[in-house]
């Protein structure tokens, strides 16, 4: 079975710091994806990023990259220049090709102005 | 606009009435999926469908049914079988390429109260 593990339940950051978000998962699998959805108080799951464990390079996006370390099996989150509006639960979810998304329990981040 | 609507934004439930949760998309998605979320977990999957008149239980699926009879909609309807149906329910679509799914995006949700 996959699981996604977030050991983090709660974390804040100031505004304009950076804060990293963790996630591990286990799974046996050679080649799957990783994700990390947000969803504010609106409740509106957002999609982050995304990231293809057969690329080695970490995705970014904006204010917003990874570090994948696939030998760990470590898929952190990085917020650099936190925003009031990256107040959010962050959830991570891994997805074998071709199966059902398997999600961890989300973060919930507090920007601190 | 493309996107996922769900409807209603709130429902509330009688005891031992059914319930249905819409949920329609136009984004030409293949596959459709119900979760549901609780506080202090993450989404756990109720049903989902990767084509039209075919779907499959999810790990939570007792007490719940759906149907897939066109692409664009996933209805789920809450039984009264389903003893703590009170929780935040999910819909998202997906494309497939091959077979297999992408990326998943979200409705925006819809929130189930039991009176």
């Known amino acids: 079975a996959q699981t996604v593990t977030q050991s983090q339940p709660e974390m804040s950051v100031q505004e304009a710091e950076t804060v990293t978000l963790s996630c591990t998962y286990d799974t046996s699998e050679s080649n799957y994806y990783l994700f990390w959805y947000k969803q504010p108080p609106s409740r509106q799951m957002i999609l982050v990023i995304r990231q293809e464990a057969y690329k080695q390079q970490n995705a970014t996006e904006n204010r917003f990259s990874v570090n994948f370390q696939k030998a760990a099996k470590s898929f952190s989150l990085k917020i650099s220049d936190s925003q009031l509006g990256d107040t959010a639960m962050y959830f991570c979810?891994?997805?074998?090709?071709?199966?059902?998304?398997?999600f961890g329990t989300g973060t919930s981040l507090t920007v601190i102005p | 606009d493309g996107g996922i609507t769900q409807s209603p934004k709130y429902l509330f439930r009688k005891e031992g009435q059914n319930v249905t949760l819409s949920c329609e998309q136009n984004?030409?998605?293949?596959?459709m999926y119900w979760y549901r979320q609780d506080p202090g977990q993450g989404l756990r999957l109720i049903y989902y469908?990767?084509?039209?008149?075919?779907?499959q239980k999810g790990d939570i699926a007792e007490g719940y049914s759906v149907s897939r009879e066109k692409k664009e909609s996933f209805p789920l309807t809450v039984t009264s079988a389903q003893k703590n149906p009170t929780a935040f329910y999910l819909c998202?679509?997906?494309?497939?390429?091959?077979?297999?799914?992408?990326?998943?995006?979200f409705g925006p949700g819809t929130r189930l109260l039991v009176l």
């Open positions: 998202a679509s997906s494309p497939l390429e091959n077979y297999h799914q992408e990326t998943q995006y």
């Open positions: 984004l030409n998605h293949d596959a």
């Open positions: 469908s990767q084509i039209v008149n075919d779907f």
């Open positions: 979810a891994f997805m074998r090709t071709g199966n059902q998304f398997y």
